[in-house]
């Protein structure tokens, strides 16, 4: 990397924030249908608190019309967390420090380092599933789909009916995994476990159950 022309690594580094967006803009999606599909569903346990200061990437428009790069993103994260880990240093287990640096990470797309902190908290609270699903949503975007979906089994033992834990595992193994198969399946536990769901969001699951069959054949 270091005798890499400086032309090729600005280049790189485009479009390596470019994948990061692209994923963010997925989230959104998925966040948006759970939301449609759920809202009102509760995970059980207390859920990441959004961190002190916290701010979300600026837009393109606020920066010139230039995306901030990965580096930017993670000295922004770095600036807003540093008195949050200065707490930490004595302090170490606290549960909601941890969660606000793992949110304050998550929110400028340094998802291996929301994860390690989101990994901490589970130390401290290992039966909080709404923690466990932030951090196998991290674990995803970062590219590590088969510790995504550790976590979710893991938080599915403590809680078998989470629609959250149960719709994103599906997610995971419908676009991480490439097994509709499998996905179906976790959808259909989903509906199973949880008849108390409205019929609209029941019926909209069951439309992807449909779709996603239909792509499998096609």
Known sequence: MENEPIAEQAARSD??????????????????????????????????QPA???????????????????????QMADQKAAPLLERLK?????????????????????????????GRALQVDPKNVAVRTQMASCLYYSGDVDGAISQLQQGLRYDPK???LLFNLGIIEWQGKHDSQAA????????????????????????????VQMHAKS
Do not use: C
């Not at 479009?15 to 939301?35: K, N």
């Not at 606290?94 to 998802?111: A, E, I, K, P, W």
């Not at 179906?184 to 779709?211: E, G, H, Y």
């Open 15 to 48: 479009w390596r924030a470019r994948q990061v967006y692209a994923m963010a803009v997925i989230s959104l999606a998925v966040g948006l249908t759970v939301g449609y599909l759920f809202r009102g569903s509760q995970s059980h346990g207390p859920s990441p």
């Open 52 to 74: 002190v200061g916290a701010q979300q990437v600026p837009a393109a428009g606020g920066m010139g019309g230039q995306m901030p790069s990965l580096g930017q993103m993670k």
């Open 90 to 118: 004595s302090d170490p287990n606290n549960r909601d420090l941890l969660l606000q640096v793992g949110s304050l990470y998550l929110s400028t797309h340094q998802f291996k380092e929301a994860a390690d902190y989101f």
């Open 162 to 164: 989470d629609v959250s």
């Open 184 to 211: 179906v399946a976790t959808w259909q536990q989903l509906l199973k476990s949880n008849p108390q769901l409205s019929a609209d969001r029941k019926a909209n699951l069951q439309k992807m159950i449909a779709d």
